[in-house]
């Protein structure tokens, strides 16, 4: 029998972590971080946070991560209860390069193989090297997938299509067991630059006459209180405010969001500006120079320049990239010139640049109300806004599908039975047609 198993993404918008299991294979799809179960015994603001140097005992003790006997690596065990044994599990699908779907992949035996797009590798491996996040072993089994791939692990037979989401290289699944069919949906819109991708990925779960669609429904709520913006609107409207600006504009967005990259480069250059990134950026641009999502080389591309922050010591990715770099007085002296992408923990710059004027772009999503940190940051930068004289513009286009456009996807798929994850609502799925399964953790 075909059995499907959650370990995470229930009840709860990420931490995915999907098995499922026919006569001969046992598959993960996705191995996030769940981030409401961790607030939940964590406050890392209050320096309340799982002692790392122990692997996973803190994460077992609290059922933060399952105890399974054959997945996790003798690293990750050393410190706990369980006794290192050879792999149970055949492998590991990841969907796309964001924390609530891989950041638990740290764990995992680097015996199993882990299956993603090239785009996900380049990725995660650009994050390893500029942050302090631990993804791959040295000796991590990686493994590629594209779309019109068909992967045979044991009976089951694996088929990735790409999605639009705010990330390159996001995919769903078709897995068939032979005696069941299942559709992955991963995280997905269709507002993005790339829309047909997910059309393409709705048309082949169609086809494929799913017996169970298991699809994200981030922004399935009742009530939708955010702006349900395109990046065709992101675009239009940074260029309307960059074409009116006399001062510095700053360009805030999630660091993997590069559709939004793309949008404030071509802001920069149909306005005649300077686009200038962080050495993090451009370290990520560098790892997807020849990717054929086609960005730009940040070393020989006339519209970037690289800021190098002022810094006691520089790590050696930094070092590499310092020939290249212009520094504060560069963007004090031709403010009105520049479009700055700016990390919020990175604000404090400002007092270094001394913009006279401005605007700031937030293109990133809105304070979350139940959220006090998002709310706190949010008002800190309006601080910063008000002493540097700069305008604060909040535009954003979401990376999930809206709830009236899942509901459609569901119904156009027309699976027999629907699963939700990766949302807080799965009750309201009932509103379509297609029978809703309510699983539990
Ligand atoms: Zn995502």
């Known amino acids: 029998m075909t059995k499907i198993t959650f370990y995470g993404g229930i009840k709860e918008i990420g931490g995915n972590k999907i098995l499922i299991e026919s006569k001969e294979a046992k598959v993960f799809f996705d191995f996030g971080q769940s981030f409401s179960l961790l607030d939940?015994?964590?406050?890392?603001?209050?320096?309340?946070?799982?002692?790392?140097?122990?692997?996973?005992?803190?994460?077992?003790?609290?059922?933060?991560?399952?105890?399974?006997?054959?997945?996790y690596s003798k690293d990750a065990l050393k410190h706990t209860e369980i006794v290192y044994s050879e792999p149970e599990y055949d492998a590991i699908f990841l969907s796309h390069p964001h924390m609530d779907h891989f950041s638990h992949l740290e764990y995992i035996d680097p015996k199993i193989p882990v299956y993603m797009g090239e785009t996900t590798?380049?990725?995660?491996?650009?994050?390893?090297?500029?942050?302090?996040?631990k993804i791959f072993y040295d000796d991590s089994d990686i493994k590629h997938f594209r779309t019109g791939n068909r992967i045979s692990i044991g009976d089951l037979e694996i088929s990735p299509i790409h999605?639009?989401?705010?990330?390159?290289?996001?995919?769903?699944?078709?897995?068939?067991?032979?005696?069941?069919?299942?559709?992955?949906?991963?995280?997905?819109?269709?507002?993005?630059?790339?829309?047909k991708m997910t059309e393409d990925f709705?048309?082949?779960?169609?086809?494929?006459?799913?017996?169970?669609?298991?699809?994200?429904?981030?922004?399935?709520?009742?009530?939708e209180t955010r702006k349900n913006h395109t990046e065709n609107f992101v675009e239009t409207e940074s260029k309307r405010i960059v074409n009116n600006n006399?001062?510095?504009?700053?360009?805030?967005?999630?660091?993997?969001?590069?559709?939004?990259?793309?949008?404030?480069?071509?802001?920069?250059?149909?306005?005649?500006?300077?686009?200038?990134?962080?050495?993090?950026?451009?370290?990520?641009?560098?790892?997807?120079?020849?990717?054929?999502?086609?960005?730009?080389?940040?070393?020989?591309d006339e519209t970037i320049?690289?800021?190098?922050?002022?810094?006691?010591?520089?790590?050696d990715w930094e070092k590499e990239l310092q020939t290249h770099c212009i520094d504060s007085e560069y963007i004090r002296q031709n403010q009105s010139n520049i479009i700055l992408e700016l990390d919020s923990y990175y604000m404090a710059e400002l007092i270094d640049i001394k913009p006279e004027k401005g605007e700031i772009i937030h293109s990133m999503s809105e304070p979350f109300e139940e959220d006090p940190v998002s709310a706190m940051v949010d008002n800190v930068l309006r601080n910063w806004a008000e002493t540097f004289n700069m305008t604060y513009n909040q535009l954003h286009a979401s990376g999930h599908a809206?709830?009236?456009?899942?509901?459609?996807?569901?119904?156009?798929?027309?699976?027999k039975k629907v699963i939700p994850v990766h949302t807080k609502n799965p009750n309201l799925f009932k509103k379509t047609v297609i029978e809703t399964i309510l699983v539990k953790k």
């Open 121 to 133: 590798e380049r990725i995660l491996r650009s994050t390893q090297k500029t942050t302090r996040t």
């Open 202 to 223: 709705v048309n082949a779960s169609k086809t494929f006459e799913p017996d169970v669609l298991i699809i994200e429904g981030t922004r399935v709520s009742k009530k």
């Open 402 to 415: 809206s709830k009236e456009e899942i509901f459609k996807m569901v119904e156009e798929i027309k699976p």
């Open 305 to 315: 320049k690289i800021y190098n922050r002022e810094k006691l010591k520089y790590n």
């Open 40 to 71: 939940e015994f964590f406050v890392p603001e209050a320096y309340l946070s799982p002692r790392n140097r122990f692997g996973l005992r803190d994460y077992f003790a609290l059922n933060l991560i399952p105890k399974l006997k054959g997945l």
């Open 246 to 300: 006399k001062g510095l504009t700053l360009g805030m967005r999630y660091p993997k969001d590069l559709d939004r990259f793309q949008t404030f480069y071509s802001t920069a250059k149909e306005n005649g500006k300077e686009l200038v990134i962080s050495p993090k950026t451009a370290n990520l641009l560098l790892y997807l120079k020849d990717d054929p999502i086609g960005l730009p080389d940040p070393i020989k």
């Open 163 to 195: 999605v639009d989401h705010s990330v390159p290289g996001a995919y769903g699944f078709l897995i068939d067991s032979g005696e069941k069919r299942i559709v992955y949906s991963g995280d997905l819109r269709s507002h993005g630059k790339k829309p």
